[in-house]
């Protein structure tokens, strides 16, 4: 019997050495996840507010308004707006973001991820030619 | 027998623990993997979204850039690349809708000559023409979807998988459009004053501009605008919205509506198959404009006539000039009593030293008919134009010796033909290169009565005191030998429809009448 119930501990501790990793790394996977969607959905409203002023530096302010208004929630550390490009021939403005995560589980120094998006909008607040 | 039961109970038991742990990590994988598969699509899905939102904004900003001709008579409200395009349809049909708003008024008045009609159905059809253009170029599913691309295509949408790409979906139907905002403030002000008030026109305004899509009858025609709200850019609208105004399903009667609103349907294909989405968005050129007709223009002509009469009856009829001068009208003209006559007159006295303002007699007695004629049609040009303005003008111009006819017109600085500074000039003056002086009439002249206002007292002097005289040689005859003029003015109005530029002539018309030989 003592056999018998130390042979189902190994096998439960070998199958949690299995299980655990994978458990840690898919909350470690989600993080991410959850982490790219809050990154897609403020470069698309820092591109979208861009889009919606005449001029490049108003343009630019206002999509860094966008970003700096960014409201931090764990595990999000750190947002950037990294690339602007305001191109008035092709009536286009691209916005760049990256957003630094805290990693909950950090494997192997792997503390940390930064995520980056960019977005192109139509810029909407040039009117028809006179 | 026993121990081989035995055996297989503690088999049994020994890989009971591995065997729940490996069918945990398999249930636990296969959950995962799931959930990985689901977040990709999910976010690939969000990606698509966006990058179909992204491409109906991208629709409705690019449509602002498909044009059409204006032929002859729409230049002048064209763009600077001498194109109509969404931003200035409104123009467009507002022009149309003043030339048959005048034709009408011309009507109710009786000086509606045929040519009138005729002007009205050309304002119109080119009109109509050019709403065509739009309207087929609007509704080409081809030619939004390359609108759309050329900011979807550029999205990414890697949550798909790597290589995925976005396009328009065109293949099943054709993207359908629709006609929002009904009722709402059209990007074209007005002011009521702009439009003759017998045309007895119904127009409906929203907030000091010409309603969207409320189509307005003119002289059996119909005319409509798109509307824009001010302030707004090109946006995203509901697919509620969108369906319940769309152009297919709710139609506005009697118009060929061009559309304002904009569907789209992009696919994004990725390694492991595709995500289509829809989105919706109204676009606005964001630019505003009046009512007018911008190249247009009032004439002033004056026509001065001396009649020559001997004994009663007229034997010669003569013109003159606004400066004096010396005519002999009655040369050798036999009396009835013997003998005979020569007379001769100095005339174009009542002009010395005038004005234009003062050479129309009805104008210096704030004649409110022919004064309201000729602001009015000055506003078709100009809104903000008034009686002060225009009597302004006529002090300013000096009569110019030699010249009978006198232009009101407008100037334009900016590129969009808006905001003209109204001039006056001489026939023989510096005039704008599109002004063509020489037309058609499409009106015929009615005399307007010198009407003082009501409660005014008597008229004031209508000029600086000056006449005509006349004096008569008798030549072998003694009597009779009384001689007079008389002066009799009269300013005539020709109303005209504007389509070809002219709006309107006052005719001031003097008449010296010059008697010879009386008792």
């Known amino acids: 019997m003592r056999t018998n119930r130390g042979t189902s501990l190994i096998e439960v501790l070998a199958g949690m050495l299995v299980i655990i990793p994978?458990?840690?790394?898919?909350?470690?996977?989600?993080?991410?996840?959850?982490?790219?969607?809050i990154n897609n959905r403020l470069v698309e409203d820092a591109?979208?507010?861009?889009?919606?002023?005449?001029?490049?530096?108003?343009?630019?302010?206002?999509?860094?308004?966008?970003?700096?208004?960014?409201?931090?929630?764990?595990?999000?550390?750190?947002?950037?707006?990294?690339?602007?490009?305001?191109?008035?021939?092709?009536?286009?403005?691209?916005?760049?973001?990256?957003?630094?995560?805290?990693?909950?589980?950090?494997?192997?120094?792997?503390?940390?991820?930064t995520l980056h998006a960019t977005a192109i909008e139509p810029i909407v607040a040039i009117p028809a030619p006179l | 027998m026993f121990r081989h039961k035995r055996q297989t109970i503690r088999r049994t038991k020994k890989g009971a623990s591995l065997a729940l742990v490996a069918a945990f990590?398999?249930?636990?994988?296969?959950?995962?993997?799931?959930?990985?598969?689901?977040?990709?699509?999910?976010?690939?899905?969000?990606?698509?979204?966006?990058?179909?939102?992204?491409?109906?904004?991208?629709?409705?900003?690019?449509?602002?850039?498909?044009?059409?001709?204006?032929?002859?008579?729409?230049?002048?409200?064209?763009?600077?690349?001498?194109?109509?395009?969404l931003s200035n349809i409104n123009r467009t049909w507002g022009k149309a809708l003043l030339v048959?708003?005048?034709?009408?008024?011309?009507?109710?008045?009786?000086?509606?000559?045929?040519?009138?009609?005729?002007n009205g159905k050309t304002a119109f059809s080119g009109a109509e023409t050019i709403n065509n253009e739009l309207y087929q170029q609007l509704n080409n599913t081809?030619?939004?979807?390359?609108?759309?691309?050329?900011?979807?295509?550029?999205?990414?949408?890697?949550m798909l998988g790597s290589g995925a790409g976005m396009k328009a979906s065109?293949?099943?139907?054709?993207?359908?459009?629709?006609?929002?905002?009904?009722?709402?403030?059209?990007?074209?002000?007005?002011?009521?004053?702009?439009?003759?008030?017998?045309?007895?026109?119904?127009?409906?305004?929203?907030?000091?501009?010409?309603?969207?899509?409320?189509?307005?009858?003119?002289?059996?025609?119909y005319f409509y605008f798109v509307p824009f709200r001010p302030g707004e850019m090109p946006h995203l609208v509901s697919n509620r919205i969108f369906d319940m105004n769309r152009s297919d399903k709710t139609p506005i009667a009697n118009i060929q509506a061009i559309p304002n609103g904009f569907s789209v349907t992009g696919n994004g294909t990725g390694p492991d198959g595709s995500v289509g989405s829809s989105a919706y968005a109204i676009t606005n050129p964001q630019t505003h404009y009046t009512l007018a007709i911008p190249y247009g223009y009032l004439s002033i002509q004056i026509t001065n006539t001396a009649k020559w009469f001997v004994e009663g009856k007229q034997v010669f009829e003569s013109s003159y000039g606004t400066e004096p001068e010396e005519q002999w009208g009655v040369k050798s003209v036999k009396l009835t009593t013997g003998g005979m006559i020569n007379g001769y007159a100095s005339l174009g006295n009542e002009f010395t030293g005038q004005s234009l303002y003062w050479s129309m007699s009805d104008i210096a007695r704030n004649n409110p008919v022919l004064v309201q004629k000729m602001v009015q049609r000055m506003q078709e040009v100009s809104p903000s134009f008034t009686k002060n303005q225009l009597i302004t003008l006529l002090l300013s111009q000096q009569l110019?010796?030699?010249?009978?006819?006198?232009?009101?017109?407008?100037?334009?600085?900016?590129?969009?033909?808006?905001?003209?500074?109204?001039?006056?000039?001489?026939?023989?003056?510096?005039?704008?290169?599109?002004?063509?002086?020489?037309?058609?009439?499409d009106g015929s002249e009615l005399v307007i009565p010198a009407v003082p206002p009501a409660g005014a007292g008597p008229p004031p002097p209508t000029k600086p005191p000056g006449s005509n005289t006349n004096w008569q040689v008798l030549i072998g005859a003694k009597k009779p030998d009384g001689h007079h003029t008389t002066l009799i003015e009269q300013n005539l109005w020709e109303p005209d429809s504007g389509l070809n530029q002219c709006l309107g002539q006052v005719r001031v018309s003097h008449t010296t009448n010059l008697y010879f030989a009386e008792n």
């Open chain 2, 170 to 221: 065109i293949q099943a139907v054709n993207w359908p459009t629709a006609l929002l905002d009904r009722g709402a403030a059209s990007n074209l002000n007005f002011s009521p004053g702009q439009i003759p008030s017998d045309a007895n026109i119904n127009v409906i305004a929203a907030g000091g501009a010409l309603a969207g899509y409320e189509p307005i009858k003119a002289n059996g025609n």
């Open chain 2, 100 to 118: 048959n708003a005048n034709v009408q008024s011309m009507m109710t008045e009786g000086q509606a000559l045929p040519q009138a009609q005729t």
């Open chain 2, 400 to 441: 110019v010796p030699g010249v009978t006819r006198y232009l009101i017109y407008p100037v334009y600085t900016t590129a969009d033909n808006t905001n003209p500074e109204i001039m006056i000039q001489p026939i023989t003056g510096k005039l704008p290169k599109w002004l063509v002086a020489t037309y058609t009439p």
């Open chain 2, 142 to 158: 081809t030619l939004l979807s390359t609108f759309f691309n050329q900011i979807a295509a550029q999205r990414s949408i890697n």
């Open chain 2, 25 to 85: 990590a398999i249930v636990l994988g296969l959950v995962l993997w799931a959930t990985f598969n689901l977040t990709y699509i999910f976010g690939g899905s969000q990606q698509v979204r966006n990058a179909v939102d992204a491409g109906a904004l991208s629709t409705a900003q690019k449509v602002l850039t498909v044009t059409a001709k204006p032929g002859e008579n729409y230049a002048d409200v064209a763009d600077t690349s001498g194109n109509i395009t």
């Open chain 1, 22 to 37: 994978i458990g840690l790394a898919s909350v470690n996977f989600y993080t991410v996840v959850i982490g790219s969607q």
């Open chain 1, 47 to 113: 591109a979208r507010s861009a889009a919606m002023q005449l001029g490049s530096n108003n343009a630019e302010s206002a999509a860094r308004q966008t970003v700096d208004g960014f409201q931090y929630q764990a595990p999000v550390i750190n947002v950037a707006m990294t690339d602007f490009n305001y191109n008035v021939n092709s009536q286009q403005v691209l916005v760049g973001t990256t957003l630094t995560l805290n990693m909950p589980v950090p494997i192997m120094n792997w503390s940390t991820v």
